[in-house]
C-alpha cells in the first residue's frame, strides 16, 4: 500500500544503556528535535529499555540511565507536551507485537545482522537469545505505531531494512495492506560521528577510552580539550570536498562543525579552506561548547526531579498506548487470535 494512507508519523528510539554521545546527539537527538519543530510529523521518541537489557544492564544504574536520558532529550529540545516520550517497557504492545515479528522473521534474515554480530563478539554461543531476536523488536518498535518515518543514524540501516522486510511478508501472508512502509531518514553531515581518536572507527559510548568521544555531560573544558588532543593529519584543511578522501578525522572533524552550524560540508569548506588544525580546533570547540554547555546543563536540573522524569513518562506511555492498543488489536484479529 502507498504509504500516503498513513498519516505522517515519526518513531526512533535510543538505549539507555550508557551515557550520550555526540553521535547520539548529531546522529539523533538534534534530528528529533527539528523534526518535531518542522511540525509535518507526529513525532514519538522512546528510550528502548528492553532492548538494553539485551546485555547485562546493573537494575540500579539502568534506571538512572532511563531517566537521565529523558532528561537529555528534553535538554536537547524534545518538548514532551508536542511529542511523545516515554520508555518502551512501560507500553507492553511494542513486546506483544515483536512476538507476532518473531514468527515472521526468517533465522537466515536475523543471521545477517551485522549488530549482533559486532555485538556477540567471538561468544556467539553466549549471547541472549533477546540479542539476537532484537531486530524483531525494533520492528514492533516502530510498526506498532504504523510510522513512516525513522531517523536513525547510518548504523541503523540495516535494521530498518529488516523492518520493511518484516512489514512486507507479514502483509503478504496475511493478504494485507496493514504494516507501512517505513522510510528510513539517514540525513545530514553527521549520520556517522566517528572516534576522536581514530577516524576508521564510530563514536560509541562503549569505546573504552572517554578521549573518543564527547558525552553529553562533558564540562566545557573537557569538550575543548577533545576536540583540541582529537587525532588529526599535518596538513591543512582543503577547500573542496574531495579533498577529504583518505583523510577520515579531518572529514568526521568538518563534519561535526557542518552538522553544529547547520551547513554543508561544502559551505564549511569554504570558509575554513587552507586553516590549519590548529586554528580550526578551536573554531570548533568554540561552536560545540556553545551548544553542548546549555544542554548539559538542563540535564543535571532536570535530573534533580526525579518525580517529574517519571511522571512525563508514565504520561508518554499512556499517550502511546491510545495509538498502540488498536494497532495490536487490529493485529491479533488479521492473526487469528481470539479475543
Ligand atoms: P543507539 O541507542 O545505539 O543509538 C541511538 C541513535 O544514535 C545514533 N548514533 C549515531 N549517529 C551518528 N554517529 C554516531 N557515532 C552514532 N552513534 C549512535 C544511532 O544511529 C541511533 O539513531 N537499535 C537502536 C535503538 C532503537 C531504535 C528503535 C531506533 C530501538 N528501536 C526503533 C529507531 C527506531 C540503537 O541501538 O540505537
Redesign the pocket.
Request: hydrophobic share 40%; charged share 15%.
Given at each position: 500500500m502507498a504509504n500516503t494512507a498513513f498519516q505522517p508519523r515519526v518513531?526512533?528510539?535510543?538505549?539507555p544503556?550508557g551515557g550520550l554521545?555526540l553521535?547520539?546527539y548529531?546522529?539523533?537527538l538534534k534530528r528529533f528535535a527539528d523534526m518535531q519543530n518542522e511540525g509535518n510529523f507526529e513525532t514519538i521518541y522512546?528510550m528502548?529499555d528492553l532492548?538494553a537489557i539485551t546485555v547485562w544492564q546493573d537494575p540500579a544504574d539502568l534506571k538512572r540511565k532511563t531517566r537521565e536520558l529523558c532528561a537529555g532529550f528534553i535538554a536537547s529540545g524534545v518538548d514532551p507536551e508536542k511529542s511523545i516520550l516515554f520508555n518502551q517497557s512501560q507500553v507492553p504492545e511494542h513486546a506483544q507485537l515483536a512476538w507476532i515479528f518473531n514468527t515472521v522473521a526468517r533465522m537466515g534474515w536475523m543471521n545477517r545482522m551485522t549488530?549482533f554480530k559486532d555485538k556477540a563478539g567471538k561468544n556467539r554461543e553466549n549471547a541472549s537469545l533477546g540479542l539476537f531476536a532484537?531486530p524483531s523488536?525494533?520492528a514492533a518498535?516502530?510498526l506498532i505505531y504504523h510510522a513512516t518515518h525513522?531517523?536513525?543514524?547510518?548504523?541503523?540501516k540495516q535494521?530498518?531494512e529488516l523492518t520493511r522486510d518484516i512489514a512486507a511478508k507479514f502483509n503478504h501472508d496475511y493478504g494485507v495492506d496493514f504494516f507501512p512502509m517505513t522510510e528510513p531518514v539517514i540525513e545530514g553531515a553527521?549520520?556517522?560521528?566517528?572516534s576522536l581518536r581514530d577516524g576508521s572507527k564510530?563514536?560509541?559510548k562503549s569505546d573504552p577510552s572517554d578521549m573518543s568521544r564527547i558525552n553529553l555531560t562533558d564540562d566545557a573544558d573537557a569538550i575543548a580539550a577533545k576536540l583540541r588532543k582529537a587525532r588529526t593529519d599535518p596538513d591543512a584543511l582543503p577547500s573542496e570536498v574531495d579533498g577529504l578522501a583518505e583523510r577520515p578525522e579531518a572529514r568526521n572533524l568538518v563534519n561535526i562543525y557542518a552538522a553544529f552550524a547547520d551547513m554543508t560540508v561544502e559551505q564549511v569548506l569554504a570558509d575554513v579552506g587552507g586553516k590549519q588544525f590548529s586554528e580550526f580546533k578551536p573554531m570548533l570547540a568554540e561552536l560545540a561548547v556553545a551548544q553542548l554547555s546549555p544542554i548539559s546543563a538542563e540535564m543535571s536540573r532536570l535530573m534533580q526531579d526525579q518525580e517529574e522524569i517519571d511522571k512525563i513518562l508514565r504520561r508518554g506511555a499512556e499517550r502511546a498506548r491510545e495509538i498502540t492498543e488498536p494497532i495490536l488489536a487490529k493485529t491479533y484479529d488479521i492473526v487469528g487470535l481470539v479475543r
Open positions: 518513531f526512533s528510539g535510543i538505549q544503556s554521545t553521535g547520539n548529531l546522529g539523533a522512546c528502548v532492548h549488530q532484537y523488536l525494533m518498535d516502530i525513522v531517523p536513525v543514524g547510518e548504523d541503523q535494521h530498518l553527521a549520520t556517522r560521528v566517528m564510530k563514536m560509541s
